[in-house]
């Protein structure tokens, strides 16, 4: 399967042959949070010569507690995604969980992400899919990889030829998730496939309502995808992530970034 991130409106001519970087904080938090951020990781991956994508959710609808933290509004976070992206010429990706939603977040990101528990929402595919936009389908906890033919079918259905996997992980138990190697090479049938590094490390259904992760795992997780051809990853970094408003449990502080990423460079060199 060719690798189309690469055809992504305002991705960089660099290194073709590396993977892409999906990267950004798990929600957007404010606007001088989220220009830090892409700016650190924009100065990481043109020196590396990575292909970048700064990612931020303009709302998070999936949480566990009705209490939980869901956005400091939708429009200003998408208007702030539109600023990340300008100030950088960058492109930029969140998630949507509603059919209106995809023409609204459609103005403002080049990428729109379909959530992996809305994967089987046949309308909110197609809605998404008709924006023209690239579209990044994250497999659900609960298929197998093979499932995800159907998922990446629906936009194909709909006119759009532009569209990428995520892989985070399949459910293990009621606390835990575990990452099917096996599965990259599957769906890259299908798709481009990307891992998201960070979910697969959570640790959902915990007793306190928020969930858990394994950060400390990060870098074995990413290290293994490189290796058996994923073309991109998805990292969710911040700052510091203990206090993130929204899974920092399972985050990648930002200082360490950089000496992850050469480290996956080389592995993909090794690879080619």
């Known amino acids: 399967m060719k690798n189309s991130l690469l055809l ?9 042959n590396n993977f892409t970087l999906i990267a950004g ?3 957007i938090e404010g606007e001088q949070m989220a220009i830090d951020i892409a700016g650190k990781i924009v100065e990481i991956t043109s020196k590396l010569g990575i292909p970048y994508i ?4 303009f709302k998070k609808a999936n949480r566990s ?9 939708e429009q200003k976070s998408l208007e702030i995604l539109k600023k990340v992206g300008d100030t950088y010429s960058i492109p930029t990706t969140t998630d949507i969980h509603e059919n209106e939603q995809a023409k609204w977040a459609a103005e403002y990101v080049d990428v729109l992400q379909i959530p992996a528990f809305l994967i089987r929402q046949t309308d909110l595919l197609i809605a998404a899919a008709k924006t023209g936009k690239y579209i990044t389908l994250k497999k659900g906890q609960f298929l197998s990889p093979e499932a995800m033919q159907f998922a ?22 009621y606390h835990d998730l575990i990452v099917d190697y096996r599965g ?8 481009p496939v990307i891992l998201d590094v960070t979910h697969s490390l959570q640790q959902p259904n915990q007793t306190t309502g928020v969930t858990g992760g394994r950060p400390d795992m990060i870098e074995t997780i990413a290290k293994a995808g490189i290796a058996v051809g994923a073309d991109g990853i998805f990292i969710e970094t911040h700052p510091n992530p203990e206090k993130a408003l929204s899974d920092g449990a399972n985050m990648l502080k930002l200082d360490f970034l ?6 996956l460079v080389k592995i993909r060199e090794a690879i080619s």
Do not use: H
């Open 258 to 263: 950089e000496n992850l990423l050469e480290k």
């Open 152 to 173: 990446a079918q629906k936009i194909k259905d709909s006119g759009n030829n532009n569209y990428a996997i995520i892989d985070r992980g399949t459910s293990f138990g």
């Open 65 to 73: 507690r009705v209490d939980s933290f869901t956005t400091i509004g």
């Open 25 to 27: 904080p798990c929600i």
């Open 8 to 16: 992504i409106p305002k991705i960089k001519n660099i290194d073709k």
């Open 54 to 57: 700064f990612k931020g959710s």
């Open 184 to 191: 990259i090479p599957t769906m890259r049938q299908y798709a």
